[in-house]
T-cell receptor, first 113, second 110 residues
Framework: EADIYQTPRYLVIGTGKKITLECSQT?????MYWYQQDPGMELHLIHYSYGVNSTEKGDLSSESTVSRIRTEHFPLTLESARPSHTSQYLC????????????FGSGTRLTVV | TQLLEQSPQFLSIQEGENLTVYCNSSSVFSSLQWYRQEPGEGPVLLVT?????EVKKLKRLTFQFGDARKDSSLHITAAQPGDTGLYLC??????????FGTGTRLTIIP
């Protein structure tokens, strides 16, 4: 049973469209993260948040933006999608000490045509 | 950003064989985790190791943390097709965020 949910699972969209990828968790975690991953490759951190109204950019530069208005919700937005944005986007959350590791969602596979 | 190198990058072996994958860094970890990721899913935590020299077992999987806390290994005994996936190590350096390794893609051939 998943405690962190991402929607949609798959999205094919045209260039120039605005999209929002949804991520919600039911564990009450303050820390949440967005990773970008090409198939079978390593994870790249693009955004993270340590609590409501707190967001930071990650190690990999991204044209996306995030918001954290509620603890359980951490959506990612692309204002104008491009083919270079085609990738898998993974959302994760963790407890304060990261003791139990990160819990990941199933991801959104985005294709921009 | 700290770098975690995993080796090998790709590994394909027959069912029933044993294998070891490695995770190395030039810096000392506060703690280290191993994850497995199946196609189309997010990574799932397998184990966390904290103490240098620590060994943990999870059925046929044995995880070892190096004495100096700069490296770790994952050994699988009698590999099965269900072990197929991307194995990721992830380390915490001091109070920094978790840093993921480059990954080992494992394929077990029936």
């Amino acid at each position: 049973e998943a405690d962190i949910y991402q929607t949609p699972r798959y999205l094919v969209i045209g260039t120039g469209k605005k999209i929002t990828l949804e991520c919600s968790q039911t564990m009450g975690h303050d820390k949440m993260y967005w990773y970008q991953q090409d198939p079978g490759m390593e994870l790249h951190l693009i955004h993270y948040s340590y609590g409501v109204n707190s967001t930071e950019k990650g190690d990999l530069s991204s044209e996306s933006t995030v918001s954290r208005i509620r603890t359980e919700h951490f959506p990612l937005t692309l204002e104008s999608a491009r083919p270079s944005h085609t990738s898998q986007y993974l959302c994760a959350s963790s407890d304060p000490g990261d003791i139990y590791g990160y819990t990941f969602g199933s991801g959104t596979r985005l294709t921009v045509v | 950003t700290q770098l975690l190198e995993q080796s090998p990058q790709f590994l394909s072996i027959q069912e029933g064989e044993n294998l070891t994958v490695y995770c190395n860094s030039s810096s000392v970890f506060s703690s280290l985790q191993w994850y497995r990721q199946e196609p189309g899913e997010g990574p799932v935590l397998l184990v966390t190791v904290v103490t240098g020299g620590e060994v943990k077992k999870l059925k046929r999987l044995t995880f070892q943390f190096g004495d100096a806390r700069k490296d770790s290994s994952l050994h699988i005994t009698a590999a099965q097709p269900g072990d197929t996936g991307l194995y990721l190590c992830a380390g915490v350096f001091g109070n920094e965020k978790l840093t993921f390794g480059t990954g080992t893609r494992l394929t077990i051939i029936p």
